[in-house]
């Protein structure tokens, strides 16, 4: 499975951004969609997730703010980011992967190459 991501970018704090990851390779529908973040000098940590089925997940700090949705004709998945903050700003990172915890890094053996986010305040 290959994973491109696009949309990120320079925001003001307040401001909305989408990112998009286009998936090719393998049955896209069968997997579940993550992102992840990683910010200067911190680990990498879960923001949204999607399984096949739709349902979602998302990190505590996000909930309310992002909102992660797929589209299999098009084999995409998006983030909506709303309400940003100058916290958010980090590399997105695009996952996919067939186990169970859709929340757990491990879980997802392919990857993007990252997207990054700058929220200016």
């Known amino acids: 499975v290959q994973l491109v991501e696009s949309g990120g970018g320079l925001v003001q704090a307040g401001d909305s951004l989408r990112l998009s990851c286009a998936a090719s390779g393998r049955t896209f529908n069968s997997y579940a969609m993550g992102w992840f973040r990683q910010a200067p000098g911190k680990g990498r940590e879960f923001v949204a997730a999607?399984?096949?089925?739709?349902?979602?997940y998302y990190a505590d700090s996000v909930k309310g703010r992002f909102t992660i949705s797929r589209d299999n004709a098009k084999d995409t998945v998006y983030l909506e980011m709303n309400s940003l903050k100058p916290e958010d700003t980090a590399v997105y990172y695009c996952?996919?992967?067939?186990?169970?915890?859709?929340?757990?890094?491990?879980?997802?053996?392919?990857w993007g190459q990252g997207s990054q986010v700058t929220v200016s305040s």
């Open positions: 999607i399984r096949w089925s739709g349902i979602t």
């Open positions: 996952a996919a992967g067939a186990g169970n915890w859709p929340t757990a890094s491990t879980n997802y053996p392919y």
